[in-house]
């Protein structure tokens, strides 16, 4: 009888576990943006959002043939875009992230060939690259919660990174008509008028006492 008993218990035991294993648990919370992580991502994208407005200034340069400026925008407002684009990408939510990491890599992608176009001064490839680049940079921008891009539109700080020097479209210097007229005839030895001129000036050698 004792063990019947026993043998029961065993099997009472191993009956409870099952059904403890088996038995559903609660839920697991979907991983949300809460208020404290909106406020953190607003940082990183005040930066992101700051630069986003600035890229019609990239184009105005490709648009003129300015290669200078465009080497010094893209290595001057946006040279630091890969350290920004990764500190937001890891604030995240994990789905986000992966997504957020593939957009960062097409966008620097971009930004490269931007760099190999103005190397080689031309036109085509660097506008079609960046036509590709702010439709990605837009795309990334869209993954970030609606909430802290609002908070980061409503504050506008000041950039280090802003391009503080531009160089000026070439102007051509054109000689004045007075300087057109001066210098073949000085470049000639003068005119006879002018010799005659210059003749009238010299004094004439006094006599020597005799």
């Known amino acids: 009888m004792r063990r019947f008993r026993a043998v029961v218990g065993v099997l009472l035991a191993a009956m409870a576990t ?12 979907a991983p949300t943006y809460t208020p404290e992580k909106i406020s953190q991502l607003q940082t990183y994208v005040n930066r992101i959002e700051a630069t986003r407005k600035r890229l019609p200034e990239l184009a105005n340069y490709i648009e003129k043939d300015n290669w200078v400026n465009v080497d010094n925008f893209t290595h001057g407002p946006l040279g630091q875009l890969r350290s ?3 500190r937001l990408s890891n604030q995240l939510l994990p789905d986000d992230q992966k997504n957020a990491k593939a957009l960062s890599a097409e966008i620097l992608g971009h930004l490269e060939n931007i760099d190999v176009a103005t190397d080689n001064r031309n ?4 506008i079609a690259q960046y036509r590709e680049f702010v439709g990605d940079f837009d795309a990334f921008l869209s993954i970030v919660p609606e909430d802290a891009r609002q908070k980061a539109e409503s504050f506008e700080e000041e950039s280090v990174y802003d391009m503080t020097t531009t160089i000026p479209d070439p102007v051509e210097e054109r000689a004045e008509a007075e300087d057109m007229v001066r210098a073949p005839v000085l470049m000639d030895g003068g005119s006879d008028e002018f010799r005659a001129e210059a003749e009238e000036l010299t004094p004439e050698p006094m006599d020597e006492a005799s």
């Open 18 to 29: 099952f059904l403890v294993s088996c038995g559903g648990g609660p839920e697991a919370v």
């Open 84 to 86: 920004e684009l990764t």
């Open 123 to 126: 036109y085509e490839s660097a």
